[in-house]
């Protein structure tokens, strides 16, 4: 037996393993590319080119970690471009992230791939829209022990929404493939509504994560946590002429290894994230700029070192739409 410590975006991690040897991921990444490939060929040949829209977001983030033995700070930017269309759309992203350990434990670069494809349909026997959505993600990182690197997260996800946008239900599942044979399965059962003659919009989402080895993943086959977000829009009357509006998210319970959708971001570390507190406002530059400001505190343990720790995180995003 031996120590190895693994490492990656939000978490960190030491634990025992027997005789590690790197092995060739279990997704051919011709299948994977293949697939991406499929998804842009399809969108862009059955929407046509008329009634597209565009939009550029360039989002960043920085932290200094709080009481953690083995973590100083992480920093991150990214790129994504997203195409709408009425029958559905495309995304397709980047993210670089580098985090600075301590002790002597050298630092992480990881480089994030993210591509999205979405289709909506108005079936005649539902009112309102229903919609099929699949995210594909990579992860690769320069992890010694490979076991964080070359991680595919495969994420389909069907959600209804009603015919005044005020009610909405989804049903989200991503298949994480891990090396040295780790597989995570997750459910991501959804609700939202609107109030306040729709000035008001609440989230509330549930993560059910099963592990097949609980050994990487903290001691836990199973983690489960529960989150909700409000948010406030502002409309015509928006505070300083500009703030459109304001978002306070919460988060309960544990997670390990889990995939937020929202953010696309994959935690590809068996760290158990125990909660986390977020504020985020929207600013209006113009009628087709945006700016978003964000600051969350998260809390993090390590159980087979027995380290707690706290990420305070500030993040930007810049966004204009074509």
Known sequence: MENRCVKGTSIYSC?????????????????????????IFFTSVAFGESSWNYRLDI????????????RNAIAGAGLFVRADHPAGGVTLGYNRTRINFKAGI?????????????????????????????DIYRVDNNDPGD??????????????????????????????IYRHHLDINQFTPTVGFAFNQKYDWIQLRSYLIHS???????????????????THYFGHDMPLGALENIKIGLLAGERVFAVDGDTADVFNLSNTQKGSVSLTTQWALTDNQKLLFGFSLSRYKNGFVGDTYILPLAYANYSISF
């Not at 690197?149 to 994480?176: C, E, K, M, R, T």
């Open 106 to 134: 050298g630092d992480i670069d990881q480089d994030d791939w993210f591509v999205s494809g979405r289709l909506h349909f108005q079936p005649a026997l539902l009112t309102g829209k229903l919609s099929t959505r699949l």
């Open 212 to 230: 097949t080895d609980s050994l990487r993943s903290q001691g836990k086959s199973e983690t489960i946590a529960v989150e909700a977000k409000w």
């Open 147 to 176: 076991f964080t690197d070359d991680v595919v997260v495969i994420a389909p996800q069907v959600s209804w929404i009603n015919q005044n946008q005020s009610l909405y239900f989804d049903l989200g599942y991503a298949h994480s």
């Open 15 to 39: 634990t025992r393993i027997l005789n590690p040897k790197p092995v060739l991921s279990r997704i051919n990444r011709g299948i994977l590319n293949g697939l991406v490939l499929s998804y």
């Open 59 to 70: 989002p960043g983030e920085g932290g200094v970690y709080s009481n953690s033995r083995f």
